[in-house]
């Protein structure tokens, strides 16, 4: 069975850009959630969906923002960007939403932005 | 508010068990997990445990849990070269659905 992936793993841009990332759920799974890696600050968590709708919101400003498919995929965008959303955004799927669900990690998207 | 603290360095001398420690805040917490992200990688589920659970051991890992003190360790015995990697404590409170709050991470080096 394939694992979590994500697009695109590298990716540059500047100041004020946007930028939209995507991740593809391991088949059957239908929870995706989103964290936020940096050295400052770790892991930290941006958003859950399940069954397209969003469960559960971190404590991020509105330029971040995401969106699940009815195929389980989840894309998130983030706008305007500033120097401080350079990170590694992880991706991860479960195949429901409740605690006993173990969440699988994708590899990640290397954002950074200059 | 939720918080999970790690220690942020550990080295041992492959052979050895490690003993990587982890604190928590939330006494709603449902679930505590371990996860290893090697260089460049995501993160790996190693293992969980249940709340209502003290111990559980999975081959060359054990997980102790104290709830009453609100930590958590993972041993890894015979730790090997390839265990060097960064763990990480997580838990999951009850009614969070899939968000995980996670401690800062350890670093595991281990020597030849």
């Known amino acids: 069975k394939a694992g979590v992936t994500q697009t695109p793993r590298y990716l540059i841009k500047t100041r004020g850009q946007q930028v939209t990332l995507s991740c593809s759920p391991i088949?059957?799974?239908?929870?995706v959630s989103w964290y936020q890696q940096t050295p400052g600050q770790g892991l930290q968590f941006l958003f859950e969906y399940f069954s397209e709708t969003q469960r559960n919101k971190g404590n991020f400003p509105g330029r971040f923002s995401g969106r699940q498919f009815s195929n389980s995929r989840s894309e998130m965008n983030v706008s305007t960007l500033e120097l401080g959303d350079s990170a590694l955004y992880l991706c991860?799927?479960?195949f429901g939403e409740g605690a006993s669900n173990e969440q699988f990690f994708g590899p990640g998207t290397r954002l950074t932005v200059l | 508010g939720e918080d999970v603290e790690q220690s942020l360095f550990l080295s041992v001398r492959e052979g050895d068990s490690s003993v990587i420690n982890c604190t928590y805040t939330?006494?709603?917490?449902?679930?505590l997990y371990w996860y290893k992200q090697e260089p460049g990688a995501g993160l790996q589920l190693l293992t969980y445990i249940f709340s209502n659970m003290d111990m559980k051991q999975d081959q060359r890992l054990t997980v102790l849990l104290n709830k009453k003190d609100k930590h958590l360790s993972l041993r890894i015995a015979d730790t090997q070269t390839g265990d060097s990697a960064i763990y990480f404590c997580a838990e999951r409170g009850y009614n969070q659905g899939g968000k995980l709050i996670f401690g800062q991470g350890t670093e595991l080096s281990v020597k030849p």
């Open positions: 088949s059957g799974h239908r929870s």
């Open positions: 991860a799927s479960s």
């Open positions: 939330d006494s709603s917490s449902t679930y």
